[in-house]
């Protein structure tokens, strides 16, 4: 059992950068692909960004590419997702999750899940 905590999230301004960070506990998350996915209010949890166990693969949305990085400190067992030239409609609850090994970008294929956190960007 994975237990994953983010933090990092908060109240910005447009064009401002933000660094997530997603710590595990319980397991080493050596051994796990990591995603990151958001849910805007009225709107479906979308896929952010993701890494492979060994952070050599990396996957990304295309409304995230060139502005956000993901990418891991095994020996720290965290994950981070830098976030910059924020827009207003990246404003979105932010949840990382792990599964084994191989990075996806399906919701569906994440076993742990973190209880996420907040990203307001004003404009």
């Known amino acids: 059992q994975v237990q994953l905590v983010e933090s990092g999230g908060g109240l910005v301004q447009a064009g401002d950068s933000l660094r997530l960070s997603c710590a595990a506990s319980?397991?080493?998350?050596?051994?796990?692909?990591v995603g990151w996915f958001r849910q805007a209010p009225g709107k479906e949890r979308e896929f952010v960004a993701a890494v492979s166990w060994r952070g050599g693969t990396t996957y990304y949305a295309d409304s995230v590419k060139g502005r956000f990085t993901i990418s891991r400190d095994n020996g720290k067992n965290t994950v981070h997702l830098q976030m910059n030239s924020l827009k207003a409609e990246d404003t979105a609850v932010y949840y990382c999750?792990?599964?084994?090994?191989?990075?996806?970008?399906?919701?569906?294929?994440?076993?742990?899940w973190g209880q996420g956190t907040q990203v307001t960007v004003s404009s």
């Open positions: 999750a792990a599964r084994t090994l191989i990075a996806t970008m399906a919701e569906a294929e994440y076993d742990y």
């Open positions: 319980g397991r080493t998350l050596s051994t796990y692909a």
